[in-house]
């Protein structure tokens, strides 16, 4: 239809000069649907990512480490706060897609699904999580979708603060005691390789993602960059800063190569990132069933929330009448 | 003998962010799990103000982490409502109304204090707490007059934190001596109007006010619950297992 | 490395000493009260004698206390399966029939362990073990075979538990050279008996296998659960805070 | 009626004699009941009682001491089960009588109703508690009723298998640090009056019982000294350990008194006892709640139980048929 086209080229048009979508703009359906379950994903990983590191807020060490992780997590909260109501100006509820999230229609990032397991994880999350987390999001502050772009600007000035509190978490432990710098190094082990895979498959190969996707992304103006160009982003911010901390990155096949003027690095583990996603990580079902609960024990709060606005309202409008 | 006072006003705060912080990813609603969070950190906050200066005072070189961290449970000076288990939410609405109205009454007073550092405290925490004790009017409103179950939890949370309201009232020779002297507040004069405000909001609910039962104290005197054990156990466990470490 | 074998085998033990200790004074029935305490007194036995050999072959002087309470959840060797929350009774019952098959079938073949002190306390942990397993095996009877409502908690308790089974007959380089010179029981070897024992105790309370899932493992290697860090803070902290002391 | 007069006539012949009621034995009704109440109220203490000590299960500073306490209230679980058993013997079932503890028609000794806040209360639990316990129980060892006799005798040599026990954790203690000493002396100075008002209301004065129980309970050969002479008895013999442990009794009013052959001491304060048995103690609601908590939660459990021992019982019935 002639009238469809028409709407359509407006669309392109903004989005090929730059400009920003708003929510009474026109837009295709499958770029809403796209936008929906990317935004979507978005807030759904950072309210389940509040349970890895919330699990060391009762055991802070210092007080002062108590009250940055406190507002840290708080901060996660917030951050799903903004993504849902940037989802809902594309018209989904939050309510609707919490109901993904816990019928596991809708997927959260799988770096949530390892444990916690020692204080310095929290350091660990904070640098190479967030650090992950920035390198994915900054382009999306120039996203085609003015909310989205708008959500992004904000929560990425946070996120580049908890990754310098999480890196300075860290380096405090690697300048303290021999126990102190093992725990780091130990998580560093760990927390490294999920990092990497947070970046999704390669762009090549067999373990490639179905083609189409990323293109279609592009071309719409929702993603800058492809998965390995921001991968290798994030290794070459991170190897300068894991030698400051005087700690090892666990890749043997890690240097720098001075033709490409990258670091070279051996790439993750795909075919555990695919468990992973699939629901087979440590903390899975840990994690969903917490947030679960978490809904359904609050339930009868949120209903009687409701029932009392609704009863205020009434008696407005009978003081009214 | 300030360092006492402000002692027992820091592990009030203390104890209380540390509760406040298990609703963290659990709270009824995303907006909770960030009020939630916030009040934490405000009463941390004082915390760490309170616990520092009564270091300074006692000047044995103990700071916050130090008396956070390395006292037992028999010489922490909370009251015992701030260490009880959080319950439902109604239950922990429920401590936070009794809560805040007489942090609220206390810190509003506590602007005039003679010593300088418990008054600029005070005149930065009562905008805290007014928010504190607003979040909590709100939800008790909310729930005791929303649905049946609402009303029915939130009158058993009163009942449960309404035997260690009458604590938060108690005085002692501490406060006795420093409010002679302008430095502390009374608790008791804190009685009367805590008792309108709440008295208020649970009218304006149409809640009755709890039965009178026995009054549970001890906690300013060291005498706590078998709870406070549980949550020292878990807060100073991995501090004190790196004793001379710095995080 | 007869050191890293004692520690993981005491450290099942401990661990899931400490759960069932939990349920005292909660369990439900008073007959049940007593046996829950008698396993895991049975348990705690184990783990002690365990313990104590691991340190004396470690040979760096760390006894069964020095072994038990300063080591952080990261050097813990237990599998998985024993530090998972309690959950309601269906939830241990079906954790005690998966753990108490396993230990029985390893302790009855470490009784000819080439290793004296492993044969004793094999010798010994059988008799105990073979109890327990036949607790647990009445009680899936029971459960499974009960009312609607304890079936459906049955069910659910095995699927919770069954994902943590795969790893108790895990080999690593310990047991693959241990097993070799006839001192540790290769634990792939006791599927096959296990499978036998806890399916016919399935069928025979018309219960079905549950459905495979994908293994959960990683604690012979240190890499628990959340769960642990808890449990080990409520347990050492008495300890860690006074590290000179007697008691 | 003569038949009762005969009946009766032989209940007091045995009792005077020295001899044992059974349960198939003619007894008065008010004997009966007496005894009921008095057993029940027995079996509850042990079941509650494991409230406060369960409490340092998971957290006892040695493997040792955590076998040593979980031993214990092992036992005094089994205590509960030969004092419901021996109830029974009464005509009337466990149930029944923990359904009256739960509805507070029963009551447990009020000493549970205080909490155990450091590790030093298990040591004094054992010591002074179990003390007073046996002072109180050692009588019934030849009391007039056989269950009740019999079941006091091995409950008797296990307490004081534990009161020994209590007072060698003690004494660890005070030979310890200084922190260990403190919370030694800490823990007597709480523990001290509780248990000198185990033994219930003074003989005289005002705040004696209303007359006439204990006269009856003496007739019956269930009660065989007055409460203030077992608690003379209780002081008489904690005073030389207490110096041996190097505590000092909280009670400046304590000496020797070398006219009397006994320490003379300062009375508990029985309004506050009073006051703890009407329910005002510090965890009278905490330990009943908790009680009914894990009654309840089993509830499914113990229906489970049942269901299947009529569908077992069914079966063998068809097999047989």
């Known amino acids: 239809m002639a009238a469809t086209d028409e709407r359509e080229a407006a669309f392109y048009a903004i989005v090929d000069s730059d400009g920003r979508i708003e929510p009474r703009d026109d837009m295709p359906e499958a770029y809403r649907k796209t936008l929906i379950r990317q935004i979507a994903q978005h807030a759904h990983s950072e309210i389940i990512g509040m349970q890895p590191e919330g699990n060391w807020i009762s055991r802070a060490p210092s007080l002062r480490r108590k009250a940055i992780l406190l507002a840290k997590v708080q901060d996660e909260a917030g951050h799903g706060l903004y993504l849902y109501a940037a989802a809902e100006t594309l018209g989904v509820s939050r309510d609707q897609l919490l109901e993904l999230l816990h019928t596991k229609r809708q997927k959260y990032s799988s770096i949530f699904n390892y444990p916690t397991l020692t204080w310095a994880d929290v350091g660990a999350i904070g640098w190479l999580v967030d650090g992950a987390a920035i390198t994915n999001q900054v382009p999306l502050t120039r996203c085609s979708y003015g909310p989205y772009a708008r959500a992004m600007v904000r929560i990425c000035k946070e996120e580049s603060f908890h990754q310098r509190q999480g890196f300075e978490s860290l380096l405090t432990l690697t300048r303290g005691s021999a126990a102190q710098k093992a725990m780091a190094q130990d998580a560093l082990d760990r927390w490294w390789y999920p990092s990497l895979a947070m970046f999704g498959p390669p762009d090549t190969g067999e373990q490639a993602a179905p083609g189409g996707h990323t293109e279609q992304s592009m071309r719409w103006g929702i993603k800058r960059f492809s998965n390995d160009e921001l991968r290798q982003r994030f290794v070459d911010m991170t190897v300068p800063q894991s030698e400051v901390l005087g700690l090892t990155i666990p890749d043997p096949g890690l240097r720098w190569n001075e033709e490409r003027g990258h670091y070279d690095f051996t790439a993750p583990d795909y075919d555990e990132l695919f468990r992973v996603i699939k629901g087979d990580g440590p903390c899975n079902e840990q994690r969903l069933r917490h947030r679960v609960d978490a809904q359904n024990d609050g339930a009868w709060v949120r209903e009687a929330a409701g029932a009392y606005a609704a009863k205020q309202q009434a008696r407005r409008r009978e003081a009214a009448a | ?247």
């Not at chain 2, 402000?6 to 907006?31: I, S």
């Not at chain 2, 009685?191 to 906690?219: C, F, H, I, K, N």
């Open chain 2, 1 to 247: 003998m300030r360092d006492r006072y402000a002692l027992a006003l820091g592990d009030d705060a203390l104890v209380l962010a540390q509760r406040l912080g298990e609703w963290v990813a659990r709270a009824p609603e995303l907006e909770e799990d960030v009020a939630l969070a916030n009040i934490a950190l405000d009463l941390l906050g004082q915390a760490r103000t309170m616990l520092t200066y009564a270091g300074e005072l006692e000047g044995t070189g103990r700071d916050e982490d130090a008396l956070a961290y390395w006292r037992d449970d028999r010489d922490f000076r909370n009251a015992l409502l701030v260490e009880l288990p959080n319950g439902d939410f109604a239950v922990t609405m429920a401590r936070q109304l009794v809560f805040a109205a007489y942090q609220y009454e206390l810190y509003d007073r506590l602007r005039a204090s003679t010593d300088d550092t418990l008054a600029a405290v005070a005149g930065k925490a009562v905008k805290e707490v007014h928010y504190h004790r607003d979040h909590a009017t709100q939800w008790v409103l909310r729930l005791g007059d929303g649905t049946d179950e609402s009303r029915r939890r939130m009158v058993a949370g009163l009942a449960t934190v309404w035997p260690y309201a009458e604590e938060l009232f108690d005085g002692d020779d501490v406060t006795a001596a420093l409010s002679a002297e302008g430095v502390a507040v009374d608790p008791a004069t804190l009685r009367e109007p805590w008792t309108a405000y709440v008295e208020g909001v649970l009218a304006e609910a149409g809640l009755e006010r709890p039965a009178d039962a026995a009054p549970r104290r001890g906690g300013r005197r060291g005498l706590h619950t078998e709870h406070l054990g549980y949550l020292l156990a878990e807060m100073q466990h991995l501090h004190r297992s790196h004793p001379e470490a710095t995080w």
